[in-house]
Each structure stands twice: as structure tokens, then as C-alpha cells.
């Protein structure tokens, strides 16, 4: 190999280059090891939420029930009402867009999804800063709950953190 670029090797030679190995399967190896890992995240957080649920008196089962576990969980920390105005929320959002013309865009329907939205988000932060205050904590954990909210629910669900009741 006197000026041969790695660009310029064939399959067998870099096979050869990399002791047997072939890109394809160290890329191969890379992805599995990173989808293990997020599989075993994914069932911390399961258990983290089950945990949420159990410390505050509802069963855990109710955790893992997709849609019924924001009610649940909405219902534990502030009053189900804005779970459903939420979820509404969203609802029309997702109208919205389904109806929306991406060539024509039509200014009256981009300012009632910008303020559905708007209106969907400050409900989520005020969720979150109450989902921190009925377990003991107060707004520097809710910003954490805000930017790093699967670390933060582990911690919640994990560490020694008491249900305190629904902050009203």
C-alpha cells in the first residue's frame, strides 16, 4: 500500500485494516449498545413514574396507561380540568394543522395555532412547577422538571421526595 488513501481501500482491505471488523458492524455494534441503553432508560422511567404514582396514593398501574396517565398525574398534582383544556388544546392544534395549507398559509389560522399553542405551553410549565410543588420542592427543581425532565423524574421518583398533596 504505497499511496492508497483509506477512501481508495476495498472491503476486504479494510476489513483487513481493522482486524477482521467491518465498518458496517462496529456501526452495527455502536446502535445496539445505544438502543440497550435507551430500552433500560425507558424502564427506569416507567418504574420512575410508577413510583410518582404510588408515593402519591394512586395505584401504579395507572402510570403506564397512555393519556389516562396525564389525567392521573394532573389529578395528583393540580386539578384534572387543565388536563382536559390541554388536551384540547392540542386536539385543535392538531386540526389546525391537518387543515392548514403549506402554499397558501392563511394568517388567521397561524395566529389561533400560535395561541393555542402559547396557551398549551403555559399550562405545561404551570403543570410542571406543581407536579414539583406537591412532592416538596420548590420553582429550582421545577426548572429542572422544565429542561431536564426525564432526569428530574427520576430523581423524583427515586429519591426521598413525599407526596405532599395537589398544590391548588
Known sequence: MEATTALALTPEQQEAA??????????GLGAGIIFTALIVFWI??????????TKA???????????YNGYVQYKITWKPMWFWIAFVAMFV???LNQFSNPDAPNTAIIIITTIVLIINI???????????????????????????????????G???SEYKGADL
Open 93 to 95: 392544534l392538531n386540526l
Open 44 to 53: 427506569f422511567q416507567i418504574i420512575a413514574y410508577w413510583k410518582l404514582f
Open 18 to 27: 481493522l482486524g477482521g471488523a467491518t465498518v458496517g458492524g462496529i456501526l
Open 122 to 156: 403555559v399550562i405545561q410549565i404551570m403543570a410542571t412547577v406543581k407536579l414539583s410543588r406537591a412532592y416538596g420542592h420548590g420553582i429550582g427543581f421545577a426548572i429542572g422538571l422544565i429542561f431536564l425532565y426525564p432526569i428530574f423524574i427520576l430523581i423524583l
Open 57 to 67: 396514593g394512586e395505584p401504579g398501574w395507572k402510570s403506564i396507561i397512555p393519556i
Open 158 to 160: 427515586y429519591g426521598k
